[in-house]
Each structure stands twice: as C-alpha cells, then as structure tokens.
C-alpha cells in the first residue's frame, strides 16, 4: 500500500482493535469515554470514542494487501502481500508464543516475480493462505501456501532475495513451494474462501469468477463476466457472493452461478470497496473514489430456491460519516451497524449507522416498528375511557354493536354509540321526527300561495325559518296569572314545525310542553326543566321543578335557594332584585339557572344573554328564538348559528341545515374535526336527497368505512352495511361484475337470464339444483361446445354435487330446492387463477382441507396457498 490510500481491518479476535495499514502498519485500540476528557495522545474518533496507539510495525516495505490470521494463538500475525509478489509474515507487538516467533519473518516467494493483489486465510485449516498475482504467461496466479512448510532454498534464489530486509539478518527462511497452484496463465485480482467448504476457494480472474475445488484441482466452475473486484461473501448466507466492476455491484447465489441474480444501481464513480455488514443480515457497504459518501443496499429478501425467480427487495440508502474523503472503511466485528472509516490523511471517525425505522399500524389501533433487532409494539389501554381512546378503536366497538343499523328505533344508535356524546345524541335524536310529520307539513304547504314549497325530505330549520309567513305576534301573560309578562311572543306554522323538530311540543296546533317537561324530570335534568318552563311563561312550574329536584334523592339543595330567588321575581325595571339578578347570575355554575335569570332580566326583543350562551344545547337556544324572535330577527340568528356550527363541525347543527349541502359542509367539518366517517356515512344516507348522497365527499366517507370494515375482517357487519346502504340509495347497487364465460366462444354461460329479471332465477337452472323437474346445463348455451369437468368428481360444471363428496353413491345428488338460497356454496363453479384448474367448490374446499397441491395430476401449484385471505376467518358473525 506504500504510494496508495490506507485500509482498514479489524482484529478477528480483539472487538477493540484495528489496523490501519499504507506505508506501515499500526495498531490502535479504541475505547469508550463519554463525556469525560480523552487521555492524552489518544484521538478522538466520536463524541463517545477515541482510539490509542498501540504499536507500528515500518519492516514490509512496498505492501499491496493484508490479511490477518483468523485464529487467536499467534496473536496479531499479519499475512503482508508486496509488490514483487513476495508474502512477508509479520507480528504487531511482542508475543512470547513458540510459534509465532517460529513463523515471524518467514517468506513464501513465487517463481516469477509480480504483484500481489489479494490475500485469505483459510477460515477453517488457519496454516493454508491463498494469494492471487498478476499475470504470467509461464506460472500460475492463485498459489496457495502452507504457513508451517519448511524452509525450502533453491539453487537459483540467492540470500539476497530470501532476507525480509536489509536490516534484519535473523530473517532467512523462505518457502518457494506452494501447496496448490491454480489459475495457469490468468490474472487473479480477488479471492475468499468458501464457508460451506473448507476446501472451495472463489476467485475473481482476469475475466471470470472461478470456484477452486482442492480435492480436484483440474476442474474448475467459472462464468464469464467483468465483476471480478473484491469478492466478498455474505456471512449470514453463505451462498450470496457480492462482487464488483467499476461502478456496477453484482449479487451472485452460487447455487445457481450462471448469471447474477442482482445487478445492483450503477454509480458515476468506480468502487473502490465492497463489504457486507457482519451484524445486520443482507446489507452491503460500498464505497466509490473520491466520496465522502458510504452506500448502503438493504436486502430485504433472503437467497431462495433454485428456480424461483422472485426479485429481492432492494433499499438503497446513502450515509455519510464525515466531511472528508473517504479512504476506506470496516465494519465493526459485533457492535450493530458500526463502522470506522479512514481518509486518505489517515484521520479515522467511529460511526453507526442507524436503523431505517419501519413502521407498521394494525387496522385495530396497534402500533408496532421495527428498529434494528428490536421490535417494539405501543396498543391502547384496555382501561382507557372513552373520551381518551382512538376514533377507530370507537367505531370498532360501535360496529360490533350494529351502531347506525337501527332503523326502527332510530334513537337507540345513540346507546349503541356506548358515548356520553351530546353532539351524537342531538345527531340521533334528530332522525326520529316522525315521516307523518313531514308529510302533513308539505301537504298544508301545497294548499297555500307560497313560492317556495319545502320537499318531503327534512332540509332543517335554517330553510323552514326562510319560508315563514303569517307570523302573529301577541303580549301574553305569565301562567296561571292575570299579570302581563314584559314579553312578546312570536306564532306561525314554521315556528311550530321548528318547536318540533327541537323536541319541546308534539304534533298539534297547541304548545303543550307539559309532556316535554315530564320526561325532562324522568331523565333527571331539573335545571334544564325548569328552565324551559320559564320560557314558555309559567314561573310556577320551574319553582315546582327546581323544589322536586332539590328534594330528590342526591339533589342539590342549592335548587331550594334558586327557587327562592325566582319566587321574588318583579317586573319593575329598577328594582332591587332586578338589579341583584343582573349582577350575580353569572356566578352560577349551571347554564340553565344562568339563561333563567338572564331571561327575566332582558328588555323585550333582546335576549343575547340566552341565545348566545354556548354551554346551553343548541335546539333549547333555537326554541327559544323560534317564540321569542321576530322575522327579520330569526333568520339572522339562525344563519350565524348555523354558520358557527358548521365551522365548528358540531353535530348540534344538523337541526339547523338539515341533510343538505350545508349539512354536508358541517359533517366535512367533524369529519376533519374527529376522524368519525362511520357516524358521516350512516347520517348522510338517513333521508338525504340523491343529490346529496352523490357528492364526492360522502362517497369517500362511505367508501372509506367500508374499506375499514374489511381491514377489521367484520366482512358480515360490510355486507349488512352494503345492504342497508342499498335500501336507503338504490343507485348505489352495484351491477354484475363477473360472469361465468364459455372456453370456446367467451359467451357468458348464463347470458340468457339477461332478459329477464334476476329475481327468482337462481343457478338451479343452470344445474346446481338436483330437482329432476329443472334443467341441467353441462355444455354452452351459445355454442353447445360441454363445460370443464371437475378435477375431483370428473363431472362437467353444472352437475350437482353428491351429498357426501367421496363417500356416498355417485348418483346421490343434494336436493337444493328445499333451500330458499339462490344457490348453495358447494355447486358453485370454482378454478385457480394460476393455474386454471377447478371444479365444484365444495370438493375443492374438501381437498384442500387435507392438501396444499392442485388436484390434478402432474400440477404442483399451490392454490389455496397463493391466496393471502385464503386462511383468514371473519372477526365478526352475523
């Protein structure tokens, strides 16, 4: 290496040292020191690591390669091949071992003097050391020496050329016999020995890759090809060769040796080094002239059989350990991923090469990458809450519970959600607005003049409200009083319909909130009672309410107090308790008991104290706008409402815009909000118009839960949803998709029930039934050309099954007519895409359950096995 740039080799048996090796070999040990200061004379490699110095051996002079010896007695014997293609035992250090000062300074000399380019020692029989030379039209190229050889002088070599140099006269032993030569009148440029044996040695020659068997020197098995350069095998697959030409990496499985199996990307510059990664299985190092750049190929994919040509997965990925020019390089023997480079200055940094981090997560909230030899896996707590877990570990649950599929009772959905959601039980209780109640609404809208006439599909409050007419307004007194309230009230049709929809009043031309109020009490909500009988003017009532739940078992007594306070109530604008409630009802905790006090406190028309408080329920603040605004105040209010709703994305909305494009706006919003397109597709397909169901984004929510449906495996809960959807938007019914073709003319063998209705046509016509009474087809009905036969039973395609496949008689059919099914499973046509064999499905499933092999004679394909959901079970059950 004198004249060239430094390498780099670890000790095979010290984890802690290495040689750097130019114009002279020197030993460092690295070591670790973290934070504290490096000794002195030590160089730092890394912010953790420094190297020290340990020892220089300058007595082989004009070195080309090195190898050191595999085994650890002698300890740091270096094999030095020269430039006259002499080879020069050596040491580093003082050894008191026999041996090794037995073998130090001896030198094994081939008969015509020419470089060495390569050295390897024998991994198993650690005497033998391979060499490869240039060319020579008269000697061989691969010599393979015996290390414990005696001294063996010849005449024609004189002193002079056996001493390993001019100042050392201890030196004169000399081998001039090999053991083996090989490669007669070629050129070796690289070598390694085989770990499967002892006894194969690969070279790359001057235009081919050979493979040296010792027991049979005469023969050799070689291929052609220009990537001759640093062969090198792969530790963890002993039959992947990696080699090199210029540019260009080939990947090479020796047990197919014709060709490459992978050439690798060419780069711009010529390699210099290739090496694999002795920790990290299929990953190679290379290195180009002049780069400050490490490559790094990922192969994801482990050597496979003869004959399958799979391609392998390659990742390539580029590193850079320092800022300068990179000389060479090595892998650390066992540290993961760990390298020391040198550059042509002979300046060393320590550097680790970190994992691709890669990531998997399960269709069920799972978590789990991978990063290096560890796997790691992060799942949702079992115990969380449900305000804490994820929108697919909900909607999960839900789906189990059938959530959206209640269509009788449409408010239970809301229990199934299994979430004290108030947005989702608005949501819900919204949908059962009785389809009479539409209904009788158009129908009054057709017998008036009016220009604009809702549809029978529900288009929400915010389009009734625009539609108002008629309007009476009316001073009204408190309840069961003869006192005026300070308050106007406003009356129409639409304002009616509006009470409705938010629950208070049911059908009629009365507003009776009675039966409103009562199952508010059942439900324990006295504060949001009381509050909604004050607004319909009988302060008598919410006393009543406010006393009943203070005395109700776990009541708050502070109702007692509140009642108190209500029971003082006065008209007159500068009264002391007008003044008290003004200033301290923003002191009470509770919502309700706020907008009460603020209620009774207002000027007439101006009520902003209740309409905008946004901790009160959204239908509760637009009844009371509906009684209590006028018509150019309503529609105002209910448009900025609706307005914030919608870039909230709070569900409260869908009362105000309904299931229109606004509607779809708003559920945009909590979609992009919460992730929840099982709720989006379940909404959108109650009652909305086909417009609506057509956009875009609500085919993508519906789409997109039904591919989260089959990534569950709850394939039943995808069908059901499939056919709920269908109910509910006929045009999304798929058409046929696949049919059953003939061999010879490609018709459709069922081309013929195409005329008619599918309805009541089942494949018992075509021969799937054993009623004598039906038809059997076995041949085309275009052509007349007979149906494959079945690999198992020999039957042409249309013939019924037996009962018992291989067990009973053979004219034993399956009466199917007693099934309702259109057709059973087991007389259905079958055939694998590989290799086109099939039959009837129930005896191929038969033989699979006891076979991987196709049926057939002389087939190996695998059928069950090519398919990756073949195996799989559903998680769900109808």
């Not at 050889?149 to 050392?168: C, N, Q």
């Not at 009541?555 to 003004?582: I, Q």
């Amino acid at each position: 290496m004198s004249g060239s740039k430094p390498d780099i080799l670890w000790s095979p048996h010290h984890v802690d040292r290495y040689v750097i090796c130019d114009s002279e070999l020197s030993l460092y040990r690295i070591e670790s020191v973290g934070n504290s200061e490096a000794k002195a004379g030590a160089l730092r490699l890394s912010e953790e690591t420094t190297a020290t110095l340990l020892a220089i051996n300058s007595d082989t002079p004009y070195m080309k390669c090195v190898a050191w010896y595999p085994k650890h007695e002698p300890e740091c014997l270096l094999a030095v091949g020269q430039a006259n293609g002499r080879i020069v035992l050596t040491s580093l250090g003082q050894s008191h071992n026999s041996k090794c000062k037995d073998l130090m300074g001896k030198e094994f000399v081939p008969k015509h003097a020419r470089q060495c380019n390569t050295l390897a020692w024998n991994p198993v029989d650690s005497n033998w050391l391979a060499a490869g030379l240039d060319k020579h039209r008269a000697d061989f190229s691969v010599l393979i020496w015996d290390i414990s050889s005696k001294f063996t002088p010849e005449a024609s070599v004189t002193l002079d050329k056996i001493r390993l140099s001019a100042g050392d006269t201890d030196a004169g032993l000399v081998v001039t016999k090999p053991l083996y030569e090989l490669g007669q009148n070629d050129a070796c440029l690289s070598l390694c020995w085989l770990p499967r044996d002892q006894k194969l040695l690969l070279a790359g020659m001057h235009r081919n890759l050979a493979i040296f068997d010792l027991r049979n020197t005469s023969q050799k098995m070689f291929v052609n090809t220009k990537a001759i350069q640093g062969v090198t095998v792969d530790p963890h697959f002993h039959d992947r060769v990696a080699s090199f030409f210029e540019g260009q990496v080939a990947i090479w499985d020796l047990r197919k040796f014709e060709k490459p199996v992978l050439t690798l990307t060419e780069q711009p510059k010529p390699l210099t080094k290739v090496a694999w990664c002795p920790t990290r299985t299929g990953l190679l190092a290379t290195l180009t002239r002049d780069s400050n750049i490490i490559r790094l190929y990922d192969m994801q994919h482990t050597p496979t059989p003869i004959g399958d040509e799979t391609e392998p997965t390659i990742i390539e990925r580029n590193v850079q350990p320092c800022e300068n020019h990179i000389a060479s390089f090595a892998w650390h023997p066992s540290s993961q991923n760990r390298m020391v480079v040198v550059t042509p200055n002979r300046s060393m940094t320590d550097f680790t090469v970190f994992e691709r981090i890669s990531l998997a997560w399960s269709s069920t909230g799972s978590l789990m990458w991978a990063c290096g030899r560890h796997l790691y896996e992060c799942t949702e707590e079992r115990n969380a809450s449900s305000v804490e877990k994820d929108i697919s570990t909900k909607m999960r649950q839900r789906a189990q519970s059938r959530y959206g599929h209640d269509t009788e009772q449409v408010w239970r959905n809301y229990l199934l959600a299994g979430d004290d959601d108030p947005q989702l039980k608005s949501l819900w209780l919204f949908f059962p607005i009785p389809a009479s109640l539409m209904k009788q609404y158009t129908e009054d809208l057709e017998q008036k003049p009016l220009v604009n006439k809702l549809p029978l599909v529900y288009s929400g409050i915010k389009n009734i409200v625009k539609s108002s007419s008629g309007t009476v307004e009316s001073w009204c007194c408190w309840n069961g009083s003869d006192r005026q309230a300070n308050v106007i009230r406003y009356h129409s049709d639409e304002r009616c319909l509006a009470l409705q929809l938010c629950g208070w009043i049911k059908r009629g031309p009365e507003i009776d909130v009675e039966p409103f109020l009562q199952s508010l009490e059942v439900e324990r909500e006295w504060e949001r009672a009381a509050a909604v009988a004050l607004f319909n003017l009988d302060i008598r009532r919410a006393i009543q309410i406010l006393n009943k739940g203070a005395s109700a078992e776990k009541g708050d007594l502070n109702l007692n107090v509140v009642a108190m306070a209500l029971s003082g109530y006065t008209d007159e604008k500068n009264s002391l308790w007008r003044e008290m409630c003004s200033s301290l009802r923003l002191q009470l905790n509770n919502p309700h008991l706020c907008v009460m006090f603020a209620f009774l406190t207002s000027e007439p028309g101006s009520y902003d104290g209740v309409l905008y408080e946004s901790s009160m329920a959204v239908r509760d603040r637009v009844a009371f706008a509906c009684m209590f605004l006028s018509d150019s105040q309503l529609p105002r209010y209910i448009e900025k409402l609706a307005s914030e709703m919608k870039e909230a994305g709070n569900l409260e909305g869908i009362l105000l815009t309904g299931l229109t494009k606004d509607g779809v706006d708003l559920m945009e919003s909590y979609v992009d909000r919460t992730g929840d397109v099982q709720t989006a597709s379940f909404c959108m397909l109650k009652g909305s118009p086909g417009e609506v169901v057509k956009d875009s984004r609500v085919q993508c929510w519906i789409e997109n839960y039904r591919n989260l449906l089959d990534a569950w495996r709850f394939w039943h809960k995808r069908a059901e949803f499939d056919i709920h959807r269908s109910k509910l938007d006929p045009s999304s019914k798929p058409l046929a998709q696949v049919f059953v073709s003939c061999n010879f003319c490609g018709k459709s063998i069922s081309y013929s029930c195409s005329a008619m209705p599918h309805q009541g046509r089942g494949f018992s016509q075509y021969g799937v039934s054993g009623s004598p009474t039906k038809s059997k087809v076995t041949s085309c009905p275009g052509c007349r050309k007979p149906l494959p036969r079945c690999a198992l039973c020999l039957m042409n395609m249309g013939t019924p099954v037996s009962s018992c496949p291989g067990a009973g008689k053979s004219d034993e059919k399956v009466d199917l007519s007693k099934d309702k099914k259109l057709a059973q499973l087991n007389n259905w046509f079958t055939w694998c895409h590989n290799c086109r064999h099939g039959g009837h499905t129930g005896h191929m499933l038969s033989w699979f359950r006891d076979h991987t092999e196709c049926p057939v004679s002389a087939c190996t394909c695998k059928c069950m096995q090519l398919d990756t959901t073949g195996n799989l079970v559903p998680l769900d059950s109808v």
